[in-house]
């Protein structure tokens, strides 16, 4: 039986680390957390939430190309605002009103993955 998603896997190009944490951290706000020694040799980075309940892993891949469709959706509270933030450092905010019940947006990563921004709608 399932009972929670883990973490979500993304990819980047090798040397892309000191942009992924810039945006992670520095624009989503989450933490980086230490990768175990065996992995953090392979590259990439892993960030998570203030709570801890939401990770994103970014592994380094090779012949690295940003999926067009494929994406995480993380859900936020304050959409305006976390719209306003992403937008204030640059980032795109696309916004999307076609699924019923939420308000959401999609952004890309500064190595081009695709991310989605959803808040309920009460």
């Given at each position: 039986m399932l009972?929670?998603?883990?973490?979500?896997?993304?990819?980047?190009?090798?040397?892309?680390?000191?942009?992924?944490?810039?945006?992670?951290?520095?624009?989503?706000?989450?933490?980086?957390?230490?990768?175990?020694?065996?992995?953090?040799?392979?590259?990439?980075?892993?960030?998570?939430?203030?709570?801890?309940a939401v990770?994103?892993h970014v592994?380094?891949?090779?012949?690295?190309?940003?999926?067009?469709?494929?994406?995480?959706?993380?859900?936020?509270?304050?959409?305006?605002?976390?719209?306003?933030?992403?937008?204030?450092?640059?980032?795109?905010?696309?916004?999307?009103?076609?699924?019923?019940?939420?308000?959401?947006?999609?952004?890309?990563?500064?190595?081009?993955?695709?991310?989605?921004?959803?808040?309920?709608?009460?």
């Amino acid at each position: 039986m399932l009972v929670a998603l883990d973490h979500v896997q993304l990819a980047a190009p090798a040397g892309s680390e000191p942009r992924l944490r810039a945006y992670y951290e520095g624009v989503l706000g989450m933490t980086e957390i230490p990768k175990p020694p065996v992995l953090a040799a392979r590259g990439g980075c892993w960030f998570a939430a203030a709570d801890g309940a939401v990770q994103v892993h970014v592994g380094v891949e090779a012949d690295f190309r940003p999926a067009r469709k494929a994406h995480p959706g993380l859900r936020v509270s304050g959409i305006d605002a976390f719209a306003a933030r992403v937008a204030a450092h640059g980032g795109a905010v696309v916004w999307d009103d076609h699924l019923p019940g939420h308000r959401r947006f999609y952004s890309e990563d500064p190595v081009g993955n695709r991310l989605e921004f959803l808040e309920p709608v009460e």
